[in-house]
């Protein structure tokens, strides 16, 4: 969206050291910018008001209450009059249908963005050239290409941006980060992940729809933004992530999860291929596939294997298997566990979690530190290359290939 319209073409744009290269930036990097002194109070805006935005929202508000919060929720934008209303009764500042005047607040430090996918990168983009930090729920964007927009005008504005896959900050993924990085067990070859649900009426439709709503008490054409548009629909105003125009379904809403976390076990890296398969075998109420697969190469000859069904809930373990050994994810820990051929040189070995930062914890810390939070823009865009080849490998029904130089998907 620009300043005048509902959207804007996004100009791809190449900036040496900002986003090309995987050393370009890392985690925990600091930011050659001002940081909040301890005794700053960081005033928050939340975009998006819906059950994920609400949560967010209402935990602000219970940490402005502790004596040495130093963070408060001062403003809510949303689309739909009721939210919006309910948002602002819930943190007491002011409310905004257009998120834009929002940014314009002066007061505001960072913006918490919950919306539909397909406003993601939009909304990053206007917060961070606003000069907001931003922790944006994921997946970071609806496409590959809006991703590398984002990521690169974060870095060049030196904002603060954390994506919301909370798993990130769980330091299980941290203890066999430190375990690949020793070689514990030896060369990475492939790893297994995935999110099995099951439910009579289908996945996202017990989002309740308000009877009540319609064109008179929601801004349906801010809704849609850049995507087709369509008559009121209630459906796809409670139920989105059905649609292909404002999700990417079981890839953008569950797999980026779990391939979040991976990434901070197993380092973020592009992929350079992409295969996919599934379909809409029970729930046919819908555009998105209710079953499920992605197979992910990476150029460090590393495959992951994404499974998932909304039909079904036997679940598939989270293992990441390397020639001398194995890490089975168990929580609240892992298990390092030694194929037997090298059962002499790997001992097996059980790790528990450490305390860390709870990941709006993180993001918080950060704003002050300017350093890079666990999910931060570079992790978060590495992600959503996959997540994104993922959709379009199962809707275009072909191989998807990553060209590394130009940071672009081709298809075969």
Not at 230 to 238: A, G, H, M, V
Request: aromatic content about 8%.
């Amino acid at each position: 969206m620009n300043r005048k319209g509902m959207t804007r073409r996004f100009f791809l744009k190449k900036s040496a050291g900002v986003v090309t290269g995987t050393a370009a930036l890392f985690i925990g990097k600091r930011f050659q910018s001002t940081a909040l002194g301890a005794n700053d109070r960081i005033n928050i805006g939340s975009i998006g008001c819906g059950g994920r935005g609400t949560s967010l929202l209402s935990d602000i508000v219970a940490r402005s209450k502790r004596p040495d919060a130093g963070v408060a929720a001062i403003a809510v934008s949303d689309a739909y009059d009721v939210r919006r209303e309910k948002a602002r009764k819930i943190c007491g500042g002011k409310a905004y249908k257009d998120y834009r005047r929002l940014l314009e607040t002066k007061d505001i430090d960072a913006v918490i963005i919950a919306t539909p996918d397909h406003w993601h990168a939009r909304m990053s983009i206007d917060a961070a050239e606003a000069g907001k930090d931003i922790y944006c729920e994921k997946p970071m964007t609806h496409t590959v290409e809006e991703a590398k927009e984002v990521a690169r005008i974060v870095g060049e504005k030196r904002r603060v941006m954390q994506i919301g896959v909370q798993s990130t900050s769980d330091d299980i993924w941290w203890q066999a980060r430190k375990l690949i990085r020793r070689k514990a067990i030896g060369k990475v070859l492939w790893t297994q992940s995935g999110v099995s649900r099951n439910s009579l009426e289908g996945d996202w439709n017990y989002y309740r729809i308000d009877r009540n709503a319609g064109p008179h008490n929601v801004d349906w054409n801010a809704f849609l933004g850049s995507a087709p548009k369509r008559p009121f629909d209630p459906d796809r105003f409670f139920r989105w992530r059905k649609y292909w125009d404002y999700s990417g379904g079981i890839a953008t809403d569950l797999f980026y999860h779990r391939l979040g976390h991976l990434q901070i076990a197993l380092g973020p890296e592009f992929p350079k291929r992409v295969v996919a398969s599934g379909g809409i075998y029970v729930f046919h109420d819908r555009e998105t596939p209710d079953t499920f697969h992605m197979m992910i190469d990476y150029p460090t000859n590393h495959t992951i294997v994404l499974l998932g069904s909304q039909a079904n809930r036997q679940k598939v373990p989270e293992i990441i298997r390397g020639h001398k050994a194995a890490i089975l994810f168990e929580p609240p820990g892992l298990l390092l566990q030694p194929e037997k051929e090298f059962a002499n040189e790997v001992k097996e070995l059980k790790v528990s979690p450490q305390p860390r930062a709870g990941h709006m914890d993180n993001f918080l810390q950060c704003i002050r530190s300017r350093e890079k939070p666990h999910c931060n823009e570079i992790v978060g865009y590495r992600v959503m290359v996959a997540i994104g080849m993922g959709v379009r490998a199962y809707r275009e029904q072909k191989v998807m290939l990553f060209d590394l130089e130009k940071e672009e998907v081709v298809p075969s």
